[in-house]
């Protein structure tokens, strides 16, 4: 496959992806402009989002794994054997792959392993984002705990809040939850690596592999 072709193809992931995040955020200025005595109105506007924010970052996610895997075709079946010699190699499975206790910083992703979980990301951000909303979707401690987390509070605002604003650059992670995004590759592995803790599953049970 011509560089060109895949290329062009990102672009349109990228432009897909950032029209999905925007129509998401008109949904949700809809519903503040609902008035606050029409609870039933609220209520189904509510539900939709509820479904809609679901629907867009499960297709995010999705869209982000095509994006990484066509960034690493260089062309025709060589692209496709090389992945697959990677994947195969012994290096991958040993000194290749890190825990969360690494240091980040000038380092890159390339795909993150949790609970049978593969993901494929080429930035922490979103390959901390899954994670996270993984670890929210156990349901292992309820939303409020997460909330009224002092650890999970940064200096100015907190990194999690049950609405997206006061947030810089929100995330939905779960059901009725958002996270600040604007944080540095550390400062996500600190905030799993406190979640993880908190739900009782061990920290080795996050596998990172970096590129090279």
Not at 134 to 149: Q, S, T
């Amino acid at each position: 496959m011509p560089k060109s072709k895949i290329d062009e193809i990102c672009t349109l992931i990228d432009q897909l992806v950032g029209k999905l995040t925007d129509f998401r955020n008109e949904v949700w200025e809809d519903l503040i402009d609902i008035k606050p005595e029409d609870t039933p109105a609220i209520k189904r506007h509510a539900e939709k989002m509820e479904t809609l924010n679901h629907l867009i970052e499960k297709s995010k996610d999705n869209l982000d794994s095509i994006r990484y895997i066509l960034s690493n075709f260089e062309s025709g079946v060589q692209g496709i054997k090389t992945v697959k010699e990677k994947d195969n190699s012994k290096q991958y499975l040993g000194e290749s792959t890190y825990s969360l206790n690494k240091n980040l910083t000038h380092r890159k992703p390339s795909e993150i392993r949790f609970r049978g979980e593969v993901y494929f990301a080429n930035n922490w951000n979103h390959l901390f984002e899954w994670l996270i909303k993984r670890i929210l979707a156990l349901n292992l401690v309820p939303v409020e705990n997460i909330l009224e987390d002092k650890y999970l509070w940064g200096r100015k605002r907190h990194y999690f809040s049950d609405s997206p604003s006061g947030l810089r650059k929100p995330k939905s992670v779960g059901q009725n939850i958002w996270m600040e995004t604007n944080l540095s590759a550390n400062a996500f592995r600190d905030i799993a690596q406190h979640l993880l803790e908190k739900v009782g599953i061990p920290p080795d049970e996050v596998r990172i592999k970096l590129r090279r």
